[in-house]
């Protein structure tokens, strides 16, 4: 494997006394997507906040492109050039078209002219299959639609790396599909993706590896075959037969 | 519809019958309607009808004296201070005598085209500035213009206009001239200090906080006292800065302080995922602010922020107290005059009429502003 992608070393976080992670440290390389599952509180949320510094850690250290995370703004604007991000609310811009929320940063942030960010954002409309919607407001569509916007919106900074915070959590079943749909054919483009999902189905079908968090550590990291055919630890097996039990 | 049934051919006679009969029905039906929306609405309960037969006391004991005084007994046109007695009602010649000074204070007589121009222009720049289709480089070319064609015609000077000194300002133009520009200084100032007061740099927190807790501490009147007369003594020997300037840096100061609380408000209340999705996308700080974050606090909080504009526009009479001339003062002034001392009430009812008109068109703009901005949002 070439450089990595993601480098986590020893990454430990508190909020406050209390210790969210705890040692943490993985790789991502480049075109790997890896799956990060775990119970609720057990800090795979906060693990890939660390990624693009939405969330500050104390301890170890981050690399991304080889950019070590610290506390100097100028890099960590680089990284967050870097790494697209899908959060679990969607959270577009709602005073802002679809075609502004795509078109928005790559014109600030990387001064793309209108024009051509405009013809890369209805391309990436096309790829998520809303192309129609491009001149609605985000609170006139569905959360499903919103969602896959908010994948063509971080697209739209040509990222290294895909970054995806529960991202059908807050959908609607019968919407689920849509954007995993999306989500399966940008892993099929080689695209380098850390997902915090439940979805365990798609993380069968697109996981190179599964990442099994409890307490603030990484229990358990393998392939997907062997994850859940065959997981080592009693906490992992607890939480997958909690997971598929039903 | 082609296919004819009888059913369907009835139906429709019948359909055609009815609004005639509705028609003879009209008159005894509506008075029905009224009777039964008064029991609705103004007798359903004994309480409801107290609060309607006091209501209804109070109207009949109020408004006859009322048009009384204002319409029926009251003088008109060219009469003098003894008619205006004789009549016993409200002496609306005083406003025919007094109104130049009244709006336009101790101005040069000959010269109130001038202020009146000025207004006009200043006016119409508030209005330009009023449509959202402005709100680009536009409105400052706008201003650009308008703000020295202002200061020209009030202080002449040039082209054969002769100087008028802004000790000698005072009346409507003052009062437009403090209360607008003090807002629309204050406004910037305001957000500056509600994103300060949210920043992660301590001192720059620090400042922000200490200065609006100061402010907001003191009653505009100490401000302005601080600015007129504390202030001087800390400036060097012969050094002066202008009272009008002093005046106008106080209610700006002022009202910023608490513009930047309600600015802070709207800030507060966006979801904290606008705040994290534009840090992922890379935006620098001045960039998330100005592009996503301001315009939708903004829109959040313009109720709060117009109900400070209404209060500073009122705000400003109290610049009295260090003897500028708004048009609180000049309708107060206008009744100096020895012959028309008695009309008191004229006087303060003309000014609050002007001072009335100003607000409710922003209270009214707010709303027009409200239902516009958020047009698109539908959340």
């Known amino acids: 494997m070439s450089d990595p992608v993601i480098l986590l070393d020893q990454v430990n976080k508190w909020f406050g006394a209390f210790h969210v992670l705890k040692d943490v440290s993985m790789t991502v390389g480049k075109g790997e997507k890896v799956v990060v599952c775990g119970p609720s509180g057990s800090g795979k949320s906060t693990v890939i906040r660390c990624i693009n510094r939405l969330e500050e850690h104390q301890k170890g250290r981050i690399l991304v492109n080889g950019i070590e995370l610290t506390g100097d703004v100028k890099m960590i604007e680089r990284i967050r050039k870097e790494v697209g991000m899908v959060f679990q609310s969607f959270n577009l811009f709602p005073h802002l078209t679809v075609l502004e929320n795509l078109t928005l940063a790559p014109n600030w942030v990387k001064g793309t002219p209108v024009k051509e960010a405009t013809e890369t954002a209805m391309a990436y409309l096309e790829r998520v299959r809303i192309p129609e919607q491009a001149n609605k407001y985000p609170g006139q569509l569905s959360g499903g639609q919103q969602q896959r916007v908010a994948i063509a919106r971080a697209l739209c900074m040509k990222p290294k790396v895909m970054l995806f915070d529960e991202p059908t959590s807050a959908l609607d079943p019968e919407m689920i599909k849509e954007v995993l749909d999306v989500m399966i054919t940008l ?9 915090v999902t439940h979805e365990m189905g798609f993380a069968r079908t697109v996981a190179d590896k599964m990442v099994f968090m409890a307490e603030g550590r990484i229990v358990e990291s393998s392939p997907p075959a062997e994850f859940f055919s065959n997981p080592k630890t009693e906490r992992a097996q607890q939480f997958l037969g909690q997971i598929l039990g039903h | ?56 006391a109070l109207l009949v004991w109020a408004v006859p004296p009322l048009l009384d005084w204002v319409l029926l007994k009251a003088t008109f046109l060219g009469a003098d201070p003894q008619a205006c007695r004789d009549a016993g009602g409200a002496c ?43 709100w680009n480089l536009r409105i400052l070319a706008v201003w650009g213009a308008a703000l020295p064609l202002c200061g020209l015609l009030m202080w002449g000077g040039l082209f054969g206009l002769s100087f008028v000194g802004n000790d000698k300002w005072g009346g409507l133009p003052l009062t437009l001239i403090l209360a607008t520009l003090g807002i629309v200084l204050a406004f910037p100032l305001s957000v500056l200090l509600a994103l300060g007061r949210r920043s992660d740099m301590p001192a720059i927190r620090a400042i922000c906080v200490g200065y609006i807790e100061t402010v907001r501490g003191v009653p505009l009147v100490s401000v302005l006292f601080m600015a007129s007369i504390m202030f001087p003594l800390f400036l060097p020997e012969g050094m002066t800065i202008d009272k009008l300037l002093r005046a106008q840096l106080g209610i700006m100061l002022f009202t910023a302080a608490y513009l930047a609380e309600a600015v802070r408000g709207g800030l507060q209340a966006l979801p904290k995922g606008q705040y994290e999705a534009a840090d992922a996308l890379g935006l620098s700080y001045w960039q998330k602010m100005g592009l996503i974050i301001l315009p ?28 500028l001339y708004d048009l609180l003062t000049t309708a107060k002034t206008a009744l100096s005059d020895p012959l028309w001392r008695p009309f008191y009430i004229e006087s303060y009812v003309f000014a609050a009429f002007i001072y009335f008109l100003f607000c409710f068109f922003m209270s009214r703009y707010s709303q027009y502003l409200e239902k516009r901005l958020n047009a698109g949002l539908k959340r």
């Open chain 2, 1 to 56: 519809m082609t296919i004819q049934d009888p059913k369907t051919a009835s139906e429709i006679a019948s359909h055609v019958e009815e609004p005639s009969q509705a028609e003879l029905k009209a008159p005894r039906r509506s008075a029905l309607m009224a009777l039964g929306w008064a029991r609705e609405n103004l007798f359903s309960s004994a309480p409801n009808t107290l609060l309607t037969v006091l209501a209804v």
């Open chain 1, 187 to 195: 892993a099929e483009e080689g695209m380098t993706m850390v997902c």
């Open chain 2, 296 to 323: 939708q606090a903004l829109r959040l909080v313009i109720p709060p922020i117009v109900n400070q504009f209404i209060s500073c526009f009122k705000d400003t009479s109290l610049v009295i107290i260090i003897g």
């Open chain 2, 92 to 134: 609306w010649s005083f406003i025919e005598v007094k109104h130049r000074f009244i709006l336009f204070g101790l101005y040069p007589h000959d010269e109130h085209w001038r202020p009146l121009l000025a207004m006009g222009l200043f006016l119409s720049a508030i209005a330009i500035s009023c449509d959202p289709r402005f």
